[in-house]
């Protein structure tokens, strides 16, 4: 096997850069990347810094473009200003770029982000192959339209770093050991796509990076303790616990996928009866559909059916519904969260079967429990590339 050498686009020059940051000054840019614009004394206040010593470690900051004084609502060119403004800090999200592919079995969807992981372009192709040489060629021809994308929007900038994610084992957030849907073992991804992009590139297991994503830009923001259940080709978990992801080698064994759920259930391929991958992946319930409505159905089509009262479809879509309230309960008395997130691209079915869900959740819990505080995250597969894109920014401002 043989990549090319030259790089298919021009390696970035960073305006700003983040590292080496360490101690205070490191928490300052977090504090600011992650809430900001924050005031000084709202700074203070978080990190225990006398407005002095907060002076003294933003001063280099700022100097450095790192940082910069955001205007207030209130200040414009032509108000009147009384001394010098108390600008909150803030950071530039146009001043650093990144890129975020997400690789299934036979598609790769992709993302363009700022710093903040705002989305500014998606694009995705199939793949025809999942040969390793195939999957970077797909990978960096992706990387390419959505560097010229970025060249229309802001001609002067450029992509900062690249992140791929996919279900299987990763270590180091460069070597997949383990990606059964992609016939791999042991392969360097990251130094592939470096050596074909010239970009810096992470790579982590999909449900890893979509929970880095929901926990620093997305519905868990601010809970120290949240856990994200994902529903649709698989099962998917994640769980933060003060303030920091849960790791695990076993993170890309879908362990939830086991979790029995319905004891008059259909069986799974894994020969569990009623488990959550026979009650709630996508596949699962369109086979199940499909046989009791006898004509093929899509996914989709099979919630839109229930959602206008075809009683085989509402019958079907209820019984998910159930189970899904009861993995939620599961979930909420095992970690007791401050909230509980659910995506995946069959994350619809909440929606659809909102009661049946409830009548699991309850039927599962403590009556004298808190209401659960559940989200919803976007369905669409752009959102799991925005989750590799996490990762890449989490890379270059973590130094990792």
């Known amino acids: ?97 990144f890129v975020g592919v997400k690789l299934t079995g036979d598609h790769a969807y992709a993302a363009l982000t700022d710093l903040r992981a705002g989305v500014l372009a998606a694009t995705d192709a199939p793949l025809d192959a999942t040969d390793p040489e195939h999957v970077v060629d797909v990978v960096a021809t992706l990387v390419d339209e ?123 391929p894994c020969g569990h009866t009623g488990c959550a991958t026979a009650m709630l992946t996508t596949g699962a319930l369109i086979t199940q559909a499909s046989r009791h409505l006898g004509r093929d159905v899509t996914y989709d089509q099979l919630l839109d059916l229930a959602a206008a009262g075809d009683p085989v479809a509402r019958d079907l879509v209820d019984a998910s519904g159930r189970a899904l309230g009861r993995l939620i309960a599961a979930v909420a008395n095992f970690t007791m969260p401050e909230r509980v997130v659910l995506g995946g691209e069959g994350v619809r079915l909440a929606e659809v079967a909102a009661d049946a869900v409830q009548h699991g959740l309850h039927g599962d819990r403590d009556p004298r429990t808190r209401p659960l505080d559940i989200r919803l995250q976007s369905p669409e597969l752009a959102h799991w590339a925005r989750g590799a894109a996490v990762v890449a920014i989490q890379a270059f401002v973590l130094g990792r």
């Open 146 to 268: 959505l560097v010229a994308t970025l060249a229309t929007v802001r001609p002067s900038a450029s992509v900062t770093g690249l992140g791929v994610s996919l279900g299987g084992h990763v270590e180091r957030r460069t070597d997949v050991t383990l990606a059964d849907h992609l016939g791999w073992r042991d392969l360097p991804l990251a130094a592939l796509l470096s050596e074909r992009t010239g970009l810096r590139t992470v790579v982590e297991n999909d449900i890893v990076a979509v929970t880095e994503a929901t926990h620093w830009f997305g519905e868990g923001h601010g809970c120290s303790r949240f856990a994200l259940v994902t529903i649709g080709a698989g099962i998917g978990y994640g769980l933060v616990v003060h303030d920091e992801a849960v790791e695990s080698p076993e993170a890309g064994l879908s362990l939830l996928s086991h979790f029995a759920l319905a004891p008059d259930g259909p069986v799974g």
């Open 1 to 97: 096997m043989t990549f090319p050498l030259q790089p298919t686009v021009s390696a970035p020059s960073a305006p700003t850069a983040w590292t080496p940051l360490s101690g205070p000054t490191r928490q300052i840019a977090l504090e600011v990347l992650l809430d900001g614009p924050l005031s000084r004394s709202a700074l203070s206040q978080r990190l225990g810094l006398s407005p002095g010593s907060l002076t003294r470690l933003t001063k280099p900051l700022l100097d450095a473009g790192l940082l910069v004084e955001a205007l207030t609502p209130a200040e414009t060119e032509d108000a009147p200003r009384l001394g010098r403004p108390a600008q909150p800090l803030d950071v530039d999200p146009s001043s650093h770029h």
